[in-house]
Structure formats: C-alpha cells, structure tokens
C-alpha cells in the first residue's frame, strides 16, 4: 500500500509538469559542469506535507506563467524556489507565487535551477534564465527594463548573488543570448538564507555590492534561524546609500510562502505589494 500511495504521489506531482504553461529549458546543448546526462527532474516522494519538491535537476528551465493582457503592467520577475541548494520546494516556493504574481499583472517565470548541491550551477542557470526573459520579452508583452527577481530561503540567496555578481561571467557563451545583460531590476528576498557567511556573521563575502545592484525588498522574522540574512544585507545596501527596503516581523518561523498558518504570510505580499508598485512606477 505504500508502495502504491508513492507511486500515486509521484503521478500527481508530475501532473503539474503539465502543458498548460510553456517551458523554457535553458541550455540548447551540454549543461556547463554538469556531469550527467539531461534528464526530467526528479520527485521527492518520501515526505507527505503537500509540498512538491523537486531534488533533482539536470536539464535546467523556466515554467512561464503570463498574467492577463487585461491587467499586463509589463514587469516580470524569475522565482527562485528554495530548499538549500539541495531541492526545490517548486509549489510553495514557485508556481504559488507566480499565481500571485499574475494577479498583480506580473509574469512570473519559476526557475528549476540545478540541484542538489550546485551552487555555481545555480547561479549560471540564474544569469541565463535573465538573459532568456530580456531576449524573449517582446514575445511576452514585458518591459525589458522591469525584469526583477524574487527567491525564498536559498532561493533568496541565489536572487542576492544574482543582483551581485551579474559582471561575472560564470560560463562560457553558448550563443547570442549571453550577449545581453544579466542584471534584474529589482529583486525581493523573503526569508532568504547564508547571507551573513562572512567573519563574525557579516556580509557573505560573494555579495559584492556596488553603486548598481538593483533596490531590493527583504522580509523575515525575528526568530527565523537565519533571520541575520536581511539585516547585514539591508546593512549593506543602507551603507552603499541603495535603495532597500527591510521588515523584520517578531515570528513565524521560516519557509511559509504564501501557506497560511502565522502572521507572515499573510503580511509579506501586503507590503511586497505596495513596493513592486512604487518600483513598477520608477518610484525608487
């Protein structure tokens, strides 16, 4: 039986790997430092919570959710699902909130970045899923200047390198894609995590923060483990007079999303909210 119930479990998470959204796998041929062949993503079946995780990707893409034309402002933002650099938690994290996004008339792109434990390949598969947004952005009624990037938990981590390291080149061109630019224009970091790697947990030394990184949105909770994230972050970017915006709530823990259950989740998208709209109007 549940061996059976497994099975069932495993046939209903691949079910929302569906057709309905289309599907943009970044890397036309070999994955740069990946080793194994491509291959479809793979399914954690053992813990039975309600959340789809994934905890393998080899064959990195973007599931593309488009908002209605009716409400369309033209921004968008690639999702960094989170689960620490080992899965990714694609529901809660991911397709959740890009059915918030669109609701705001956002595009939401949820990016099924390389796991497990390929840092550096996450962040490759980061830049070039910008740069697939920027090339593409006619085609999908988006403003090549309000690509953003949001991410939850490692997810948030990854949005933060992103924003700090898009002068790095991380892999070599694979065709005229990675011409273009990798910078977000925005990014939002909820509950994000190993920000604070550096000496006496400060500033992880990676997120290097010039005059260009883009005006960021942090949330947390005073007693989310790593809740230190935010605050030498939002340090940073005060120091370097960058426009950011901090809320740091007393609890709720960490990896919510939108699922409720405390006073977090259902505060974050207020405030996410009322900011994207003064970024969206050049506000900041």
Known sequence: MQRLFSILF????????SQKNDFIYLWPGKVPGEAKEKHAPGIDTLRKDGVLRINEITNPAMEVFLPDQKINTGAAVIICPGGGYSILA???????????LNKLGIAGFVLQYRVPNKKEGALQ??????????REAKRWNINAEKIGIM??????S??????????????????????????PAFAMLIYP??????PNFSLTPELTISREVPPMFLFQTADDPYGNSVLVMAGAMRNAKLPVELHLLPKGGHGYGLRPGNEAPETWPVLAEKWLKNVLKNKL
């Open 193 to 198: 995590a190993y920000l604070d790697q550096g």
């Open 10 to 17: 495993m046939i209903l998470s691949l079910s929302s790997f």
């Open 151 to 156: 991410g939850f938990s490692a997810g948030g």
């Open 90 to 100: 694609y529901d809660k994290e991911g397709t959740e909130i890009a059915a918030w």
């Open 158 to 183: 990854l949005s933060a390198r992103a924003c700090t390291n898009f002068t790095r080149k991380t892999y070599s061109p694979v065709d005229e894609t990675d011409s273009l630019q990798c910078k």
């Open 125 to 134: 598969d980061a830049q070039r899923a910008i740069r697939i947004v920027l």
